[in-house]
């Protein structure tokens, strides 16, 4: 576009979950559809933005328009956003595996009589506190997700702190909320001293009222 309040501002917003092999064909994953990321990257987008859209393997496809950065595990993620960088905002709706095989196979694991495969689990790079903690090329605002199933907003506003990044959407994901996977959200927008809670509306919904917040906050 060439019209709207983010003219000119350079996005970067990650989606989707990762995939992280346990061999050649087993990976550990998570539930998210990249729903989310990827209204969130429209609507950022039909506000003029420059969006830089770094995606896992998602059930969704990607939006139009934008640039799109394929990935599969946590650590090809980090690599992507930091080859994005700088950028004027960033968004991090992307589900990345906490963990990772600390030493994935290259031969598929064999059965072996009744004995359990013995999986060592390594830590992933953090995305949103690495970016959230730069020293140079920070940008100007950075937003994480915080998808819980128990106390949501004391949960999330520790990770706001322990991450450093300015905002905060937390969201409920407990299964009978049915929004992992599903069209719907309902999210808290915690800031620094502010917790707002949205009713629960359309992903796409929450994506323009989330963008129109990023774009006051960074024009203003
Ligand atoms: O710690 P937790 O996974 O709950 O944090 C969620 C937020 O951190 C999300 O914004 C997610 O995209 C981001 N994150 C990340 N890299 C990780 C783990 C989470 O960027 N390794």
Redesign the pocket.
């Known amino acids: 576009l060439t019209d709207g309040p983010l003219v000119g501002k350079q996005v970067l917003v990650?989606s989707g979950p990762t995939h992280e092999p346990i061999d050649p064909v087993r990976y550990i994953a998570n539930r998210s559809s990249g729903a989310q990321g990827a209204a969130i990257a429209s609507a950022l987008r039909d506000l003029g933005a420059d969006v830089i859209f770094i995606t896992g393997p998602a059930e969704v496809p990607p939006p139009t328009g934008v640039h799109v950065v394929q990935v599969q595990t946590?650590r090809d993620m980090k690599e992507a956003v930091d080859a994005a960088l700088p950028v004027d905002v960033a968004v991090?709706?992307?589900a990345?595996a906490?963990w990772r095989m600390a030493t994935p196979t290259t031969s598929k694991i064999k059965k072996k009589n009744g004995a359990m495969p013995d999986l060592k689990f390594t830590e992933?790079?953090?995305?949103?506190a690495a970016v959230s903690q730069l020293k140079k090329n920070r940008p100007q605002l950075v937003i994480?997700?915080?998808?819980e199933t128990d106390d949501v907003i004391e949960n999330a506003t520790s990770?706001r702190d322990r991450?450093g990044c300015d905002w905060i959407v937390a969201n409920d994901v407990r299964p009978e909320t049915g929004i992992m996977g599903g069209s719907e959200n309902a999210v808290t927008l915690i800031s620094k001293d502010n917790a707002d809670v949205w009713p629960r509306m359309d992903k796409t919904q929450v994506a323009t009222k989330l963008a129109q917040r990023i774009a006051k906050a960074v024009t203003s």
């Open positions: 990650t946590a991090f709706a992307a990345v906490d992933n790079p953090d995305i949103l994480g997700f915080a998808a990770k991450k």
